[in-house]
């Protein structure tokens, strides 16, 4: 893959994970009677998706991944991710380790966001992967 194409997933991925938090937290603002979106909660969303864009260089590489090397790239993309993002949510007081069933709602949550992103990541993914099988056949044909 070339630089020029790792660096426009990185900046995809970016808008991708910033839109997606923002759309949990306007959700989870409408859902309870806590406000979520201010300016300094806005920051830490910015800095989250530039760090955990930038983490998902680990899933690139320059030769043909196997699968098991894919699964294991995944594996350790997850586990940066959820690292940065705990990390993150600690110091901007969105998580309190006092509370148990804060926790598990951010787990959830963090759980929910990354399987969306990943999902929609994939599809993009896919849709390109066949275009460009579509534009070979076409050529080969002829």
Same mark, same amino acid.
Request: proline share 1%; no cysteine; glycine share 2%.
């Given at each position: 893959?070339?630089?020029?194409?790792?660096?426009?997933?990185?900046?995809?991925?970016?808008?991708?994970?910033?839109?997606?938090?923002?759309?949990?937290?306007?959700?989870?603002?409408?859902?309870?009677?806590?406000?979520?979106?201010?300016?300094?909660? /806005?920051?830490? +969303? #910015?800095?989250?998706?530039?760090? @955990?864009?930038?983490?998902? $260089?680990?899933?690139? =590489?320059?030769? &043909?991944?196997?699968?098991?090397?894919?699964?294991?790239?995944?594996?350790?993309?997850?586990? /940066?991710?959820? +690292? #940065?993002?705990?990390?993150?949510? @600690?110091?901007?007081?969105? $998580?309190?380790?006092? =509370?148990?069933? &804060?926790?598990?709602?951010?787990?959830?949550?963090?759980?929910?966001?990354?399987?969306?992103?990943?999902?929609?990541?994939?599809?993009?993914?896919?849709?390109?992967?066949?275009?460009?099988?579509?534009?070979?056949?076409?050529?080969?044909?002829?």
């Amino acid at each position: 893959m070339e630089k020029r194409e790792i660096i426009r997933g990185v900046i995809n991925q970016f808008f991708l994970i910033f839109t997606i938090i923002m759309i949990a937290m306007l959700s989870l603002e409408r859902l309870s009677a806590v406000e979520y979106i201010h300016t300094n909660n /806005i920051i830490g +969303v #910015l800095i989250l998706a530039a760090l @955990t864009s930038l983490a998902s $260089l680990v899933l690139y =590489s320059k030769k &043909e991944q196997r699968r098991a090397e894919a699964r294991v790239r995944s594996a350790i993309h997850l586990v /940066i991710v959820m +690292v #940065l993002a705990t990390t993150i949510a @600690t110091i901007f007081r969105w $998580l309190r380790w006092n =509370s148990p069933a &804060e926790v598990a709602v951010w787990l959830a949550l963090f759980l929910v966001v990354y399987a969306i992103t990943s999902a929609v990541d994939y599809f993009q993914t896919k849709k390109l992967a066949d275009n460009l099988n579509e534009r070979l056949r076409q050529r080969y044909k002829s």
